[in-house]
């Protein structure tokens, strides 16, 4: 009788399965690769015809972190520009601050950055840093960057500075005043 053989094949894992089959049966893939099934039909009297499955390509890996840029040090400018280069395209992308103030992190909202760049108003005084994730077409999402150096905003003026100055009217031609600022 008749024999149907099945050889499943990564193009960098090689055959993974050899042996009969039937039409409808699956296969769990080991791994990301290039895959395609061989399947032969053997009459039994030694004529044979193999036909060949599509490549099927499995991708169950998120693309690698893109690289940050954003600014650093001490800033009054409450919405610094932040930009990401690398990653694979096309993806959609998502960034966010991390904001650390008195000892107490917080996470801000993930806001879209496709585009490349990502240009928050931030919530207050704090020190920053800023992460950004990359989600490939199929789903997958990749690693978390984030940057190394801290942005600090600090968008509190100092305290207005006390005057002490002499009761006016007066006849004194070289007033005293005298005052004290925030150190």
């Excluded at 690769?33 to 044979?48: A, K, M, P, Q």
């Excluded at 890996?61 to 840029?69: D, E, F, Q």
């Excluded at 959609?92 to 928050?120: H, I, K, L, N, Q």
Aim: proline share 11%; charged share 15%.
């Amino acid at each position: 009788g008749a024999v149907t053989t099945c050889v499943l094949k990564g193009a960098s894992s090689g055959v993974r399965v050899s042996g009969p089959c039937s039409s409808g049966d699956s296969y769990t893939l080991p791994s990301d690769d290039t895959w395609s099934l061989v399947v032969t039909e053997d009459d039994g009297h030694g004529n044979t015809v193999s036909t060949t499955s599509p490549d099927y390509v499995l991708d169950t890996t998120g693309p690698v972190a893109p690289a940050l840029s954003a600014p650093s040090g001490v800033s009054n400018v409450q919405q610094p520009h932040v930009t990401w280069s690398g990653g694979e395209l096309p993806s959609t992308a998502v960034c966010r601050w991390v904001r650390t103030d008195a000892g107490v992190v917080t996470d801000g909202p993930w806001d879209d950055c496709t585009a490349r760049f990502y240009d928050p108003v931030l919530p207050g005084d704090g020190s920053y840093t800023f992460e950004a994730r990359l989600t490939d077409p199929l789903g997958n999402v990749g690693a978390v960057a984030t940057t190394t150096t801290p942005y600090v905003y600090d968008g509190t003026p100092p305290a207005a500075p006390v005057l002490t100055t002499p009761a006016s009217p007066g006849n004194n031609p070289t007033p005293q005043v005298s005052f004290a600022v925030e150190s």
